[in-house]
């Protein structure tokens, strides 16, 4: 049941109103309390923690250096390597060349030259002026940009009629390799048990309760004999789902929790007119529906 005390529903809704622009302070303050009803309800929260490694080619500039490729042995199974993540239950990636699947290679994309024709101006080192189109003249005078010619320096080569090859980077060579990508993920389901009122549900996922079981392993087992049914069968259908849904991946780790989230309905009465709010959570935040007053401007 709810120990919420008198003193700390009236702080909640003074608080509330606080935070709201137009609402008055005056019926938090003056307030009469006439009943306070609990709410009570249990949340079940379980987070399955999931690795999914890819495998896709990648090529590189090769500037030199040993190179780990079939010569060191067979590549292994990319499941076989040892990778654990820095945080358990948080989204992360992490990439790395699956070993003995490198070689180098002659760069197709310049044929070994290092460079590529000029897309800009065609190889031809010049293009057309841009303030003459190519002209030769602005109205009647002879364009200053070109001297007359219609053309100008090509900005993207410089005049030298070939760039260099953005695949080897100049290099002339590439490295190519199977870059193991693994991707951590964390995945949750929660349920909430019926609390009997028509406080918005939603509106738990910002509070916190009292931990009452917490379980966490590699993988856990269903709770069946906690006093509320509808979370034993929340239990059972979570794993279930978590199990059956994430067949391409692995599962690291679990984790499942009850809390106890308190909601407490609070009538009172303000200038002769009956209305009422909700307390909800450890943090005592307040939820009115129908405030009594909610425009600064009437305040005298």
Same mark, same amino acid.
């Not at 490729?69 to 590549?75: R, S």
């Not at 692995?250 to 009850?258: E, G, N, P």
């Given at each position: $049941? ?5 003193? &700390? ?5 003074? /608080? ?11 019926? &938090?303050? /003056? ?25 896709? !080619? ?12 079939? @010569? ?6 990319? !499941? ?89 980077? @100049?290099?002339?060579?590439? #490295? ?34 009292? #931990? ?6 590699? $993988? ?7 006093? /509320?049914?509808? #979370?034993?069968? &929340? ?9 059956? *849904?994430? *067949? ?15 909601? *407490? ?33 009437? #305040?005298?």
């Amino acid at each position: $049941t709810s120990l919420v005390s008198e003193d &700390a529903v009236r702080q909640a809704l003074l /608080e509330y109103a606080k935070k709201k622009c137009c609402y008055s302070s005056g019926p &938090a303050q /003056e307030m009469l309390l006439q009943d306070f009803h609990p709410f009570n309800t249990f949340r079940y929260r379980l987070d399955t923690f999931t690795e999914n490694r890819l495998c896709h !080619w990648m090529t590189e500039p090769y500037y030199g250096g040993e190179v780990d490729g079939a @010569g060191n042995g067979p590549p292994p199974n990319r !499941w076989d390597i040892q990778v654990e993540p820095r945080h358990l239950f948080r989204k992360s990636k992490h990439r790395m060349p699956l070993p003995h699947t490198s070689s180098v290679e002659i760069c197709l994309y310049c044929f070994g030259r290092g460079r590529n024709i000029c897309g800009s101006c065609c190889g031809l080192g010049r293009s057309r002026c841009m303030f003459c189109g190519g002209s030769g003249r602005n109205t009647d005078h002879t364009c200053t940009a070109c001297g007359g010619s219609g053309r100008v320096l090509c900005p993207g080569c410089f005049g030298s009629g070939s760039q260099q090859c953005r695949t080897c980077r @100049g290099q002339k060579r590439v #490295i190519k390799y199977i870059q193991l990508t693994i991707k951590w993920k964390n995945h949750n389901f929660e349920f909430l048990a019926d609390h009997q009122s028509d406080f918005t549900t939603k509106r738990f996922k910002k509070v916190t309760g009292e #931990i009452l079981l917490s379980d966490e392993q590699q $993988t856990v087992s269903p709770i069946t004999n906690f006093p /509320e049914p509808s #979370i034993n069968e &929340a239990s059972v259908r979570g794993l279930t789902e978590h199990r059956t *849904t994430f *067949t391409d991946c692995r599962i690291r780790r679990q984790r499942h929790t009850i809390e106890w989230l308190p909601l *407490t309905k609070v009538d009172y009465t303000w200038k002769g007119a009956e209305y009422h709010y909700y307390v909800y959570g450890n943090e005592n935040r307040a939820y009115a529906k129908d405030y009594p007053r909610k425009c600064c401007c009437a #305040i005298m």
